[in-house]
């Protein structure tokens, strides 16, 4: 069991911004989940993965996918308080779900650093 969270990369967030909107895909994909999954996640020490992509039409890309294959998500949209106009979309949250179900989907992604 495990979270990802897929960030944009081609955004120039300061280091406490990206550590808040991953924080905020976190929760709300976590809110949205199953709590028989939610239950085993944590039993299992609640794994997350902060991946990349380059683009904010990579991340609708892989948006779809998870849609499709029904998995917990969080789409951010940040409200424009600080860093970054009202509206962008930051990240996305996935999970918690099965390890395999999310890594048909994010396994091509590098971590972001």
């Known amino acids: 069991m495990k979270q990802v969270i897929i960030m944009r990369g081609d955004l120039n967030m300061g280091r406490g911004k990206i ?3 991953a924080c905020h895909g976190s929760l709300g994909s976590f809110r949205k989940a199953d709590i028989r999954k939610i239950k085993e996640w944590e039993f299992e020490g609640e ?3 902060v991946v ?3 683009s904010l039409q990579e991340l609708f890309e892989v948006f779809e ?6 998995l917990p998500n ?3 949209r940040d409200a424009g308080h600080t ?3 009202s509206s962008t979309v930051t990240c996305l949250g ?8 999310i890594d048909k989907i994010t ?3 590098k971590l972001f650093k």
């Open 19 to 21: 550590a808040a909107q």
């Open 52 to 54: 990349k992509v380059n």
């Open 47 to 49: 794994k997350k993965v």
């Open 83 to 85: 860093e970054i106009p």
């Open 74 to 76: 969080y789409l951010v």
């Open 65 to 70: 996918l998870v849609k499709a294959a029904d």
């Open 107 to 109: 396994q091509d992604l």
């Open 94 to 101: 996935i999970g918690p779900d099965d390890d395999e179900k």
